[in-house]
Structures are given as C-alpha cells and as structure tokens.
DNA sequence: CATAGCTCCTGACCGC
DNA sequence: TGCGGTCAGGAGCTAT
C-alpha cells in the first residue's frame, strides 16, 4: 500500500497527538514481518519524541529517562509493508479490542496507536538508536530523499551510468532515490515521457533532469492529496487519500492517455505490474 | 558489485 | 455458493 506520501500523510497526521505522551502499554498480535525484539513491558513509562520519516519508515524515538535527553534515542522503526496502516484514537477510553488484523497497539497518556496489517509484511521492531541496530541496518541502502535539495539531474544521471535495469526498477529499488513505489514510479515516467524499460545507464542528463523534477511533482501532488487509496488506504485518523483519481497511467490499461490518445499499457518487470503510455514516453 | 528471483501473508476478484 | 487461479501499494535475502 504505503509509498512515501501515504506513509508522511500517516506521520502528519499522529505525530504531534503523540509526541509528549507516556507509554502505558503495549500489546502486540499475531508476528509481523520481524519480531519486535524487546519485551513490551519494557516500553512501558517511556515518552514519545518526535516522530520523523526516512523513506517508508516511520521513527518513534523513545526516552527512558524523563529529563535525560544526553546520547542518541532509542525507539521503534515501523514499516507499513503493503497493507499496513495505523490509527491513532486520541483521549482515553474503551477502544474497539483488538481484530484479527491489529498486530501492535501502543496506548498512550495520548490515546491509542494501533497498527492493522492483514498481509503482516510490515514491521515494528525497537532499536537502541537510528543509527544503532537493526534500524541502522535497514536504514542503510535506502537512496536520497526526493524532496533532498541534493537530489536532482545531476545526482540521478551519476547514480544511473552504473546501472543497466530497467530504469521502472531502479526506481522502485529505492537505492538511489527513496518514496516511489510501484504507482508513482510509472506515473513520474509517464510525466517524464520516459519508457519504463529504458535502461538506466541509456537516460541523457536532460532526461534525468525531466525525471527527478517528476518524482518531485509527482510525490508532492500525492502528498498534498492526502495520498493513494487503491483498497484501503487511511491516514491516521481514517481519512482516504485522493491521488489515485489523478493517476495518469497507473490501473488504466486498456484506458485511453488523457494526454495523446494512445491505449495505455500494462506489462511486467520484476513479478510487478508497470502502467504506460506507449504514445507518450520513449526509449 | 549488480541483478534476478523468491519469499513472507491474507483478501479480493474473476471465470467456471 | 464454492473452488482454483491470479493479483495486490514492499523490500530483504540468497544465489549467480
């Protein structure tokens, strides 16, 4: 589900309920992706900082010590997967128990954050630190940040000489530019005029260019509206997301380009669909 | 190192 | 209504 601007419109939209708030208890459901790696007890007292995003990840620094504040803070780095979402219900009270797809609730002095997951490839796992294991081990390959005034033309036709996928690929890798998942990446190449199989190392400087302010537009536009709801995508706070109106290739095969006319296509790289328009975007 | 393929898991949908 | 096959927003791991 979540690409980048699900998961900033998720963080936006509990971060400044939850910061301050003192852990109550935690509860955990059926196992996610890897095990939470400290005993939920252990969270109990501890306060919430300020919660902060790196790629699809979402940071929740945890402090112990109330007045500390010396040393690099601990914390829990989640990750979405592909059909995780969280909800925050803020106050106390008697909230819904817990269903079949509530894998981690948090309850708080701030009220309740609860991730549901059915497909359980996301995760929620404590390090003692962003740059502490395991977070610093996953945290480790992921590319630039797109809105990153270091990212541009220039940083994506260096990164790109090296590589020979098909660039569709090398963007959803996210080793080289972070947030774009399998519906932005085609439609920032559609916005492009890209072919999604055009080999990276094969894209002009110019071409990067185009491209970079794509994935930049692209992201931002979805952010502004609240992000992608495909199935079931929701904020924190239950809100669907509008982007998926906007798309301009993505789930439209078959469909005519609103741009040319041409019949938008539908193929697969790397066991994943790809959206394009063959009139629009070239090799 | 770069790349290709597999894998985790559940639910929705489609054709028969 | 049931059954089997396919597909789905991610990305780490392993083998080559």
């Given amino acids: 589900m979540p690409e980048l601007p699900e998961v900033e419109v998720t963080r936006r939209s509990f971060a400044s309920h939850i910061e301050g708030a003192v852990v109550l208890e935690v509860r955990l459901g059926k196992p996610l992706r ?10 109990a007292g501890q306060r919430v900082g300020a919660v902060s995003r790196r790629g699809k990840y979402l940071w929740l620094p945890l402090e112990s010590a ?12 989640m990750h979405l997967g592909m059909s995780g979402s969280l909800a925050f219900m803020p106050g106390q009270g008697a909230w819904p128990d817990a269903g079949t ?4 609730d948090m309850h708080t002095s701030a009220g309740l954050l609860r991730l549901t997951d059915p497909r359980r490839f996301g995760a929620v796992v404590w390090s003692s630190g962003l740059d502490q294991l395991p ?16 990212f541009d033309g220039s ?11 098909a660039v569709k690929l090398a963007l959803l890798a996210g080793d080289v530019v972070v947030g774009a998942g399998n519906i932005y990446a085609s439609e920032a190449l559609f916005m492009a005029g890209i072919d999604p199989r055009t080999r990276c190392d094969r894209l002009s400087r110019p071409r990067c260019e185009r491209l970079a302010s794509a994935v930049r537009v692209v992201l931002a536009r979805a952010l502004e509206l609240g992000g992608s709801t495909l199935r079931d995508f929701r904020d924190a706070h239950g809100m669907a997301g509008a982007f998926q109106s ?6 439209r095969e078959g469909a005519s380009c609103q741009r040319c006319g041409a019949t938008i296509r539908r193929i697969v790289q790397g066991q994943r669909s790809t959206y394009f328009c063959p009139g629009c975007q070239r090799r």
Avoid at 135 to 150: H, Q, T, W, Y
Avoid at 155 to 165: D, I, K, S, T
């Fill in 34 to 43: 890897w095990p939470l790696g400290i005993e939920p007890a252990q969270l």
């Fill in 66 to 77: 109330p007045a500390a504040g010396a040393g690099p803070a601990a914390g829990l780095l």
């Fill in 101 to 104: 797809h509530d894998h981690f």
């Fill in 135 to 150: 977070a610093a081990k996953l945290l480790a390959s992921l590319g630039v940040e797109p809105f990153d005034p270091r």
């Fill in 155 to 165: 940083w994506l036709h260096a990164a790109f000489q090296r590589r020979r996928v």
């Fill in 246 to 251: 906007q798309a301009a290739v993505y789930d």
